[in-house]
């Protein structure tokens, strides 16, 4: 059964239960990926394999996106929030008792799969029209100050005592299973569909062409999987550039760092959520073009205020950028293939852009390629595809 959005206040108690939920979620993801590399480096595993941790979990995204949609589309999607968040809780405490590190963090990114598809897909739900847009931007800020402050907690608490820092993000996530408890169960939105894998594969088939050939979710795909694929990647390249540019190798400096990106994209947010409206949304794409230039300018710095405040400045573009494409794939996938399968086709391609550009920078850094000459070669390229997207997009919209 297809889900009314509801005529509550934007921020009703549902909505506040989503975004605490997703706060303590995303906290725990940010603080474990840094508690992890810590353990990584405890055990003197190789640079190269830090990229490949995450390359496993962004894995389970795109072997999982044909199922997770319609999960989060056949139940209450709270409850399938709680599920999701109960797999982190358990990869968490693998790594904390001891198992092996990428195993353990594999796990997690099977619930994070499962995850994402039903905690944007619920927006849908529990609001409507131009709210959608102002919902993502809660979404997003909730999110990014869990970065902020996760991925400073996973390295602060790293350095003082790395046991201490693993079982942070146990407590974390319980904190968010408890909170998806508070999320009103909700009808399913589409209930009634085939379990069988080949049906489900081939519905998920139709679900990516149907969204492929439509212009506007075509180009909110797009750059989506851009900007996250770009994220992902500058985060880890921080590790390598801190130690070359800056002179400095704690665990702290590259967190606090990626801090700064984190209180520039709740501050784009907020810009979008305030200046941009779905039939609006291409005004967003000039900030996307100058994320890429802003990163080549980082890259050249040898201060760390500098790299705070170009890092500020990246993630406010990002911000920008981002959380309008999320509304219009969200307001245009649920009319078509449901809020559920957009989402997991979105995760499909923001993954896959995540894998092919982490698999890249793996590659670069195996063969030696400097830091400060990578972050530059990363910036050029990310402005041009961006800048490439906008131009297709205005003739795709001229031929409508």
């Known amino acids: 059964?297809?889900?009314?959005?509801?005529?509550?206040?934007?921020?009703?108690?549902?909505?506040?239960?989503?975004?605490?939920?997703?706060?303590?979620?995303?906290?725990?993801?940010?603080?474990?990926?840094?508690?992890?590399?810590?353990?990584?480096?405890?055990?003197?595993?190789?640079?190269?394999?830090?990229?490949?941790?995450?390359?496993?979990?962004?894995?389970?995204?795109?072997?999982?996106?044909?199922?997770?949609?319609?999960?989060?589309?056949?139940?209450?999607?709270?409850?399938?929030?709680?599920?999701?968040?109960?797999?982190?809780?358990?990869?968490?405490?693998?790594?904390?008792?001891?198992?092996?590190?990428?195993?353990?963090?594999?796990?997690?990114?099977?619930?994070?799969?499962?995850?994402?598809?039903?905690?944007?897909?619920?927006?849908?739900?529990?609001?409507?029209?131009?709210?959608?847009?102002?919902?993502?931007?809660?979404?997003?800020?909730?999110?990014?100050?869990?970065?902020?402050?996760?991925?400073?907690?996973?390295?602060?608490?790293?350095?003082?005592?790395?046991?201490?820092?693993?079982?942070?993000?146990?407590?974390?996530?319980?904190?968010?299973?408890?909170?998806?408890?508070?999320?009103?169960?909700?009808?399913?939105?589409?209930?009634?569909?085939?379990?069988?894998?080949?049906?489900?594969?081939?519905?998920?088939?139709?679900?990516?062409?149907?969204?492929?050939?439509?212009?506007?979710?075509?180009?909110?795909?797009?750059?989506?999987?851009?900007?996250?694929g770009a994220g992902v990647t500058l985060r880890f390249l921080l590790v390598l550039w801190v130690p070359v540019a800056l002179g400095i190798s704690d665990n702290k400096t590259p967190t606090t760092l990626n801090a700064m990106v984190a209180i520039g994209i709740v501050i784009g947010a907020a810009a979008a959520a305030r200046l941009v409206t779905l039939e609006t949304v291409r005004r967003c794409m000039p900030a996307g073009v100058l994320i890429g230039v802003m990163v080549v300018l980082f890259a050249l710095q040898t201060t760390l205020l500098n790299a705070y405040l170009i890092l500020l400045l990246i993630g406010a573009l990002g911000g920008f950028f981002v959380v309008p494409l999320n509304a219009l794939l969200q307001a245009r996938g649920k009319a078509s293939v449901g809020a559920g399968n957009a989402i997991a086709v979105q995760n499909l391609g923001e993954n896959s852009a995540m894998l092919l550009m982490l698999g890249l920078y793996t590659l670069a850094i195996k063969l030696g390629a400097p830091a400060v000459a990578t972050g530059i070669g990363f910036g050029a390229l990310f402005a041009l595809a961006i800048a490439l997207l906008w131009w297709t997009s205005r003739s795709a919209r001229r031929q409508d």
């Not at 993502?136 to 902020?148: D, F, K, P, Y």
Request: hydrophobic residues 55%.
């Open 1 to 228: 059964m297809n889900q009314k959005p509801t005529a509550s206040p934007l921020l009703s108690r549902g909505m506040i239960a989503v975004i605490v939920a997703q706060f303590f979620s995303a906290f725990g993801d940010n603080a474990l990926l840094f508690a992890t590399l810590a353990v990584l480096k405890n055990h003197d595993y190789p640079d190269w394999s830090q990229p490949v941790l995450q390359m496993l979990f962004v894995a389970t995204y795109i072997l999982l996106a044909p199922f997770v949609g319609q999960i989060a589309d056949s139940f209450a999607k709270g409850r399938v929030m709680m599920l999701a968040n109960s797999l982190k809780l358990l990869g968490a405490l693998a790594i904390c008792l001891g198992a092996n590190p990428f195993l353990g963090y594999t796990l997690v990114g099977v619930g994070a799969a499962a995850y994402s598809p039903a905690k944007y897909g619920i927006l849908t739900e529990i609001t409507s029209g131009e709210r959608l847009v102002k919902a993502n931007g809660l979404m997003e800020a909730s999110t990014i100050a869990a970065i902020l402050l996760g991925s400073v907690a996973g390295g602060v608490l790293a350095d003082w005592h790395l046991l201490a820092a693993l079982v942070c993000c146990v407590l974390t996530y319980a904190l968010a299973v408890v909170a998806n408890i508070y999320i009103p169960r909700l009808g399913a939105a589409r209930a009634g569909q085939s379990w069988y894998m080949g049906r489900m594969v081939h519905s998920f088939s139709t679900a990516v062409r149907q969204l492929w050939h439509n212009s506007e979710t075509r180009f909110s795909l797009l750059g989506t999987s851009l900007f996250w």
